[in-house]
């Protein structure tokens, strides 16, 4: 039987024609149609097949989800706010704020580094030398899709994550600082560790430092993030700390 208006298909199939529709999509466009398509809209149950449908979670997902529609965003959203972490467009979206000694530099991961390194894909890092040398990103919220109202009244967890790791025959200094900007970028959050010293005849191995925002005040409209290091023989060249695989991230982890 021929259907003469798509509001006489019954909900089930309507709920399923919406998981095909992108979500943006939904709420600017679909959801003002008429009461029907909103109540269907802002349906629990269409916001977890899509999450399924998009692979952010699994048929056997247990976890407690606080808003569904909030939940879809945040996935979708998620991804490493960083530009150019990992050196292979050289200092591309870097501000290299304190470039002393002979100045930052791009290396290559040797082959024995690859194999040490654990994420495989990554087969560069920036390297800083025998006076201070600090690189800085600003990360506009806005400009990335975090909504304001998002930001102010779910305020996802903010993690961030460096890694980092010394020359056997030199020691060096690694430092890192991120903060929680208001739109004047007035702090709200800041993670500054103590700086890390690693000595001459090190292991070298890479060293992960993380850590996680979460609570913070209403307002963060963009984050910075700061770091670099210094040798500390003071030897002509690039001796300091290395650095790569650097990320931000905003909300839950993919399955």
């Known amino acids: 039987m021929a259907v003469g208006n798509i509001n006489d298909l019954p909900e089930n199939i309507l709920l399923e024609l919406f998981t095909h529709v992108p ?3 939904l709420l600017l466009h679909c959801r003002p149609v008429c009461s029907l398509w909103r109540d269907l ?21 247990d976890q407690p989800v606080a808003d569904w529609k909030i939940f879809y965003f945040l996935r979708s959203l998620r991804r490493n706010l960083l ?5 292979e467009e050289g200092f591309e979206f870097w501000s290299l704020d304190v ?6 530099k791009v290396e290559d991961l040797s082959k024995d580094q690859r194999k040490e390194f654990p994420n495989d894909q990554v087969k560069k890092y920036f390297v800083t030398s025998y006076y201070t040398c ?25 993690e961030v994550k460096d890694w980092f790791a010394a020359r056997p025959d030199c020691g060096s200094k690694y430092q890192l600082c991120v903060q929680l900007l ?49 040798d500390t023989h003071y030897w002509a060249g690039w001796y300091g700390p290395r650095v790569t695989n650097s990320s931000v991230t905003i909300g839950p982890p993919l399955p």
């Open 83 to 87: 530009h150019n972490p990992c050196a």
């Open 182 to 230: 208001s739109s004047a970028h007035a702090p709200l959050g800041t993670f500054q560790p103590d700086p890390a010293t690693i000595q001459q005849k090190s292991d070298a191995r890479w060293r992960e430092v993380s850590h996680t925002f979460s609570n913070y005040p209403p307002g963060v409209r963009y984050i910075w993030f700061q770091h670099g290091g210094v």
């Open 41 to 61: 809209i802002d349906l629990v149950t269409l916001w977890k097949r899509k999450c399924l449908r998009e692979g952010f979670i699994t048929e056997d997902w």
């Open 99 to 104: 470039n002393g000694g002979d100045e930052w």
């Open 134 to 158: 600090l690189k800085s990103q600003v990360v506009d919220l806005k400009a990335e899709g975090y909504w304001e109202e998002l930001m102010d009244t779910t305020r996802p967890d903010i």
């Open 23 to 25: 979500a943006r999509q």
